[in-house]
């Protein structure tokens, strides 16, 4: 059966990666800093590779997996010790793209990568959906392959909030709000598409 996929996933093995991408110390507190100058540098020059690689290096997207498997194996430790540093990641996100944009000496003469950052869609909703159902697949499979890759730069959660930090550098409240709005979308949905396949693939659930 080709549709079958038990014989491929090890929820036990997922379980732990998982928990070991939330922590949030040493060389990711760098590694976000500088995915966010990248990203920062993109938008301002409007270059849409240079936003792509920084969403490729972006530690991000750790937390919200385990925002998502906490709540599916009611583990409530997990949750809070990933929101905490979700947190933590945003506010080092926004701080670095705030300093950044009140100091380059760039202009931004096209701002089409920074709007389409600020009136998220209903597609966005779906992007978030289907690349948090295909990013929890990935962490599950037994030979992990290049999903990774693609969720990562197609859920693009760096930008909006690289565009967050322009917003408020320049003063502009309506980008600020749009932006961090299309974050909270794409967290929202990537963690309700890992909730559901981890309670899908039945993850042993927390004796907390």
Not at 49 to 66: E, Q
Not at 75 to 90: E, F, R, T, Y
Request: overall charge positive; hydrophobic content about 50%.
């Amino acid at each position: 059966n080709v549709a079958n996929i038990e014989a491929h996933i090890d929820t036990l093995k997922a379980d732990q990666a998982i928990r070991n991408n939330i922590e949030f110390r040493g060389p990711n507190a760098w590694i976000l800093a500088i995915a966010i100058i990248i990203a920062s540098v993109g938008l301002n020059v409007n270059s849409i590779p240079v936003i792509i690689g920084a969403m490729l290096i972006s530690p991000l997207m750790g937390p919200i997996f385990g925002l998502g498997l906490g709540l599916g194996i009611s583990d409530i430790s997990l949750m809070k010790q990933a929101g905490k540093n979700l947190l933590i990641m945003v506010s080092i996100s926004l701080g670095v793209s705030l300093l950044y944009f009140m100091i380059t000496p760039l202009s931004l003469t096209d701002q089409s990568e920074i709007l389409a950052r600020t009136r998220p869609t209903i597609f966005d909703v779906m992007i978030a959906l289907f690349g948090g159902f295909a990013g929890i697949f990935e962490q599950c499979r037994k030979e992990k392959g290049t999903v990774f890759s693609g969720v990562a730069i197609a859920t693009a959660l760096m930008p909006p909030l690289c565009t967050a930090g322009y917003g408020l550098a320049t003063g502009q409240i309506a980008f600020f709000l749009g932006a961090l709005y299309l974050f909270r979308i794409n967290c929202i949905f990537i963690t309700l598409a890992t909730y559901f396949l981890v309670r899908y693939f039945k993850f042993k659930k927390s004796e907390a």
